[in-house]
């Protein structure tokens, strides 16, 4: 691979030459990707890089305001970046140090993250396409009838909501609820609570991340609305752990009353 053949989501050019062997991830999900995929390329990633849990890289801050000073020492060949993610400023910095970024697009839904990801496998790392890649197109292929309207807050204090375009809206939809913001003009409106409750929602998505919502903290807030608690990490995380995802989401909204 010649260093002027890849090009990021954004259009940018990534000037590696060859597999990237010391890489930075800014990303908790790609983080994760990578290294189930190729694993023993990372050099650091974020606080926020939970998953693999046997990760064992110096960490590098979180991802909208990472350590560029560590990174750098690092001398990584590449870091991994996500346009929703990750400031600009910061992306320019490393570049301007010479060092190669490629930034994922944040992506409006689960076909469009597959695809980026099966880039940045195939074309950066340059190794076959992963078997749990292939199995999460599958299940993710067909989008399930209708069965509920939801509000899906992700912050509050102040509330803050998925509105269009987004990736974890696309996943709610393809396991069944639609998100009565998607038309929004804003990917991440900010309504008054006054203003969801007075919605036709029959149910309210409550993440555990980014915002940690609780049995305690969140359903409270929404008393006729059927409240559903999911994992952040299944909700908005691009990778491995789409196929868990697939059947953890759909049994909660099944199993919902």
Known sequence: MRSTDLIDDLGEPVPVVGPPSRVVSLVPSLTEAVEVSAPGRLV?????????????????GGSKYPKLDQVLALAPDLVLANSEENRPEDVQRLRANGIPVFVMAAAASVPAALGSLRRVLTQVYDIAEPAWLVEAEELWREVAPVRFR???????????????DTFAGDVLRRVGVANLYD????????PALAELLATDADVVVLPDEPYEFTVDDGPGFFPDFRPLLVSGRYLTWYGPSLVDAHSALTRAVEELP
Request: proline share 12%; aromatic share 10%.
């Open 150 to 164: 939801a509000v899906v807050p992700v912050w509050r204090k102040p509330w803050i909501v998925l509105g269009r």
């Open 183 to 190: 038309s929004a003009d804003e990917r991440y409106p900010r």
């Open 44 to 60: 650091g990633a974020t606080d926020y890089c939970t998953h693999p849990s046997s990760l064992d890289v110096p960490r590098v």
